[in-house]
T-cell receptor, first 112, second 112 residues
């Protein structure tokens, strides 16, 4: 049982480049989330998807787009990367009936 | 806007000491408060506290929710070097899409 799988684990981008972070869960969870973590700031919500076909902005959505491709997959896209987007990105999913949030192992992104 | 504040932000103690980590929150329609431990990668779940479950204990770790004071504490007794980590507090609210709002985290270092 893989849980939540994120790819890639590490990435270095040049300013202005684009990329997509992939996330997939195999627990049949309805809700999925993208967080970023910066030193001393905990985790901040970028976007979330309460169910397949819906997406909503979180606390820090600027510079990002998301796609809920199907129930399993939720991707995060940076169209034009900026150094301020250097961070560790976590994907999570949740079972709608309980408290069970499960996190992926993270993607460390550096924008130079 | 929902808000979670943790204190202290950083704490260094000796092995065997007892520590208390604090979390205060402001949230509309409080549903639950969750504690996570984060070592090198993804946050791992410790406790969930709700109106119907305000005290939890697991081994040397315990947590209490004070709904009147809108706060929670996480206690770790007889600390070990393996307890060194970032401890994250998060709250979830009823209504709308369910999502976690995190505090900044407390970085705990246990010295031998």
């Amino acid at each position: 049982n893989a849980g939540v799988t994120q790819t890639p684990k590490f990435q270095v981008l040049k300013t202005g480049q684009s990329m997509t972070l992939q996330c997939a869960q195999d627990m049949n969870h309805n809700s999925m989330y993208w967080y970023r973590q910066d030193p001393g700031m905990g985790l901040r919500l970028i976007y979330y998807s309460a169910s397949e076909g819906t997406t909503d902005k979180g606390e820090v959505p600027n510079g990002y787009n998301v796609s809920r491709l199907n129930k399993r997959e939720f991707s995060l896209r940076l169209e034009s990367a900026a150094p301020s987007q250097t961070s560790v990105y976590f994907c999570a999913s949740r079972d709608g009936g309980t408290y069970g949030y499960t996190f992926g192992s993270g993607t460390r992104l550096t924008v130079v | 806007e929902d808000k979670v504040v943790q204190s202290p932000l950083s704490l260094v103690v000796h092995e065997g000491d007892t520590v208390t980590l604090n979390c205060s929150y402001e949230v509309t329609n409080f549903r639950s408060l969750l504690w996570y431990k984060q070592e090198k990668k993804a946050p791992t779940f410790l406790f969930m506290l709700t109106s119907s479950g305000i005290e939890k204990k697991s081994g040397r770790l315990s947590s209490i929710l004070d709904k009147k004071e809108l706060s929670s504490i996480l206690n770790i007794t007889a600390t070990q070097t393996g307890d060194s980590a970032i401890y994250l507090c998060a709250v979830e609210a009823y209504g709308g899409a369910q999502k976690l709002v995190f505090g900044q985290g407390t970085r705990l270092t246990i010295n031998p």
